[in-house]
C-alpha cells in the first residue's frame, strides 16, 4: 500500500526507501515501547511462582504464595467486599446511565448543555479532588444527621458503593450514547406503526439494538469499580477493608511473593475483561 | 364537514398537549435518577469542599465553622505548599511531553499497519488502559528494588549496587508507564482519520517530509495531541499514589500533601487541605485553557 508503483513515478523511489526506513525505525520504537509496557507485567507474573520469599528474585517454582492466599480470610473476605461494591454499583451505575443517555439523544431541552457539562466533569476532575470532597461531603452531612436526628451513620461499604455509582455513571452514559448515535429511529417509528406501544417499542426494538452498548458500558464501570483505589480509599470506613486499599496497605510494609500473586490475580481479571468487551464491540 | 373540522381541531390539540405533557413526563422520568445522583454525590460534594476552605481548623481535627482566610494564605506563603505545587506541575508537564514523544511515533506505527497487525497492537495498548493502576505502579517496585533484576544485572556486570528507589526518577518512571496508554489510544483516533494522501500532496507541491509534517501532519492530529496531553496531565498532577509507592516519604508532591491532610496526620486538617484543592483546580483550569488556547493558535 505504501509502495506506489515505480514505473510511473521513477522520481518517488528515493523517497519510497528513506520511507520505509522511517517505518523501520517506528517498528524499533513501537519493540521497544511495547518491551516497556510488559515488561513489568511479566516479571510480576513471574515472581508470583517464585520459591524466594522476598519475591524479587527467581530461585525455582512453586504455588505456594497463591495457596497462602487463599488460606488469608482477610485478602478473601475483602475481595468479596470488593466485588460486592463493583456488582451494586455497575447494576445502578448502568441503569441510571442508560437512562440518561436515552434523555440527553433524544430529547431537547432547557439547561441540556449544563448537564452535559456536569455529565464530562467527573471523567476529567482529578480523582483525588472527587474522593475527598465525597470524604467531607459523608462527614458533613453525617454530622448534620447525628445534630438532627441523633442517628449515627458509619462510613462503609455503603458509602463506598455510592461514591462508585458517582464516579462510573459518567463513563457509561458516554458509551450508550455512542451506540445511540449510529441508531436508525425509522426502526421505533416503524415498530408504532404497527402497533407497538412505547414499552414494546422500548423493550423488542430498541433494547436488543443498543445492548452492545450498554453491555460495553457496564464492563467498563465494572472494571473501573474493581480497579479503584483513591475514590475507595477516601470513602471507605474503618473496619471496612477492600481488595485494592488492602493491597496498597500491605505493599506500603514490604513486596511480598503474596503481594505478586494477588497482583496478577486482578491483571488476569482485568484481561479477561478487555477481552470481554473487544468481544462484544467485534460483535456490534 | 367544515363544522366537523371545526369541532374536532381543538379535541386533537387538547390530545396533542397532552402527549406533549407525557412526553415531558418521561423526559423527567429519564433524567432525574442522573441528575440526582451527580447534584447529590458529585456537585453538592464541590460545594461542601469551598466551604470546608474557608473554615477554621481546630486543635484536634475538628472543624470550627468561623469564616477565615488563612488556609489560603499558608498555601501561597509556606514552601512547603508552594514546592508542592510546583513539583507535581513540574512532573506533569515532564511526563505529559515524554508521553507525546513517546506515544505519537507509537500511534502511527499503528495506524499504519495492515488491519489484523492493528487489531493486535492495539488492544496491546488496551490491555495496560485496563489495568489496576496500583498492581502496575507495584510492578516497578520489584524491578527496582534493591534486590531487584536491574540491581542484578549491575552486580553481574561488577558494578555496585544502586538504590534505584525511592527516588524522584523511579517516579517518573512509574508516571511515564502508567499514562502511555492514555496519550497513544487519542492519537491513534485522530490518525485513524487522517488522510495519508495529504502527505503525498504536500510532496508534491515540493514540501520535505519535515516540513510536511510540521504543516499539514500536526495540526490535522492536534485534537488527539491536545486530548491525550489533558488526559495524561490531570491525573499526573494530582496522583500521589506512585510518588507514596516508589518516591518514598523523602519528596511531598500535591497529592500526597492532599491525602495525608484529609487522611493522615496528626491531627488532619480539612480546611487546609480543602483549600488546597480549590487551588489546586484553579490552577488546571488555567493550565488547560492556556493549552488549548496554543494549540488551536497553531491550528490558524
Known amino acids: ?284 | 364537514m367544515a363544522l366537523e373540522t371545526l369541532t374536532s381541531e381543538p379535541r386533537e390539540s387538547r390530545v396533542a398537549a397532552l402527549l406533549r405533557r407525557s412526553e415531558r413526563f418521561r423526559l423527567g422520568l429519564l433524567l432525574f435518577p442522573g441528575l440526582f445522583w451527580l447534584l447529590l454525590f458529585f456537585a453538592l460534594p464541590l460545594v461542601v469542599v469551598v466551604l470546608y476552605s474557608f473554615a477554621t481548623p481546630g486543635p484536634t481535627g475538628r472543624v470550627e465553622w468561623h469564616f477565615t482566610l488563612a488556609n489560603y494564605g499558608t498555601l501561597f506563603t509556606e514552601s512547603l505548599y508552594v514546592n508542592a505545587y510546583l513539583r507535581s506541575i513540574w512532573a506533569g508537564v515532564l511526563t505529559t511531553l515524554i508521553c507525546l514523544l513517546a506515544g505519537y511515533p507509537l500511534a502511527l506505527y499503528i495506524v499504519r499497519r495492515p488491519p489484523r497487525w492493528r487489531t493486535v497492537l492495539l488492544f496491546l495498548i488496551l490491555i495496560p488502559f485496563w489495568t489496576n493502576f496500583l498492581v502496575r505502579t507495584y510492578a516497578w517496585m520489584i524491578i527496582l528494588s534493591n534486590n531487584g533484576i536491574i540491581n542484578s544485572i549491575i552486580q553481574a556486570l561488577g558494578l555496585p549496587r544502586v538504590a534505584l528507589y525511592p527516588s524522584e526518577g523511579a517516579v517518573l518512571i512509574g508516571l511515564i508507564y502508567g499514562n502511555l496508554p492514555f496519550m497513544v489510544l487519542p492519537i491513534f483516533a485522530s490518525l485513524d482519520r487522517f488522510d495519508f494522501t495529504l502527505l503525498e500532496a504536500a510532496a508534491d507541491l515540493g514540501a520535505d517530509q519535515t516540513r510536511a509534517f510540521l504543516r499539514v501532519m500536526l495540526p490535522l492530529t492536534m485534537p488527539g495531541i491536545a486530548a491525550g496531553s489533558v488526559l495524561v496531565f490531570i491525573p499526573t498532577v494530582g496522583q500521589f499514589v506512585v510518588s507514596d509507592l516508589l518516591g518514598g516519604a523523602k519528596v511531598d508532591y500535591l497529592g500526597n500533601l492532599l491525602q495525608r491532610l484529609f487522611t493522615r496526620s496528626n491531627p488532619p486538617n480539612w480546611p487546609l487541605g480543602s483549600a488546597m484543592a480549590i487551588v489546586f483546580m484553579a490552577v488546571l483550569t488555567v493550565a488547560i485553557l492556556l493549552y488549548f488556547r496554543i494549540t488551536t493558535e497553531q491550528d490558524r
Open chain 1, 1 to 284: 500500500m505504501l509502495d506506489t508503483p515505480t514505473t510511473r513515478k521513477p522520481y518517488v523511489t528515493g523517497m519510497d526507501s528513506r520511507r520505509s526506513a522511517g517505518m523501520l525505525a517506528l517498528g524499533a520504537h513501537t519493540i521497544l515501547t511495547m518491551v516497556f509496557l510488559y515488561a513489568p507485567i511479566v516479571v510480576l507474573v513471574a515472581f508470583s511462582f517464585t520459591r524466594d520469599s522476598f519475591g524479587v528474585r527467581w530461585t525455582g517454582f512453586t504455588l505456594d504464595w497463591y495457596r497462602r492466599l487463599l488460606a488469608d480470610q482477610r485478602l478473601l473476605g475483602a475481595a468479596l467486599n470488593t466485588l460486592y461494591v463493583a456488582l451494586t454499583s455497575t447494576i445502578v451505575s448502568t441503569i441510571i446511565g442508560t437512562m440518561t443517555a436515552l434523555a440527553m439523544e433524544r430529547y431537547h431541552f432547557r439547561g441540556r448543555t449544563g448537564f452535559d457539562a456536569l455529565l464530562y466533569l467527573p471523567i476529567v476532575i482529578p480523582e483525588i479532588v472527587m474522593a475527598l470532597a465525597l470524604l467531607a461531603f459523608f462527614a458533613f452531612s453525617f454530622g448534620i444527621l447525628e445534630l438532627l436526628s441523633g442517628l449515627r451513620l458509619q462510613m462503609g461499604l455503603g458509602t463506598v458503593t455510592i461514591a462508585h455509582i458517582a464516579f462510573t455513571i459518567s463513563f457509561v452514559v458516554v458509551v450508550v450514547r455512542a451506540s445511540l448515535k449510529g441508531f436508525d429511529m425509522r426502526l421505533e417509528e416503524a415498530a408504532q406503526d404497527l402497533g407497538a406501544n412505547e414499552w414494546q417499542t422500548f423493550r423488542h426494538i430498541t433494547l436488543p439494538l443498543i445492548l452492545p452498548g450498554i453491555i460495553g458500558g457496564a464492563l467498563l464501570a465494572f472494571t473501573l469499580s474493581l480497579d479503584d483505589f483513591i475514590i475507595t480509599f477516601f470513602t471507605t470506613g474503618p473496619g471496612t477493608s477492600l481488595l485494592p486499599v488492602e493491597v496498597y496497605g500491605q505493599v506500603k510494609r514490604a513486596i511480598t511473593p503474596k503481594i505478586n500473586a494477588i497482583s496478577t490475580l486482578m491483571l488476569l481479571v482485568s484481561i479477561t475483561l478487555v477481552f470481554l468487551s473487544q468481544f462484544i464491540q467485534r460483535r456490534r
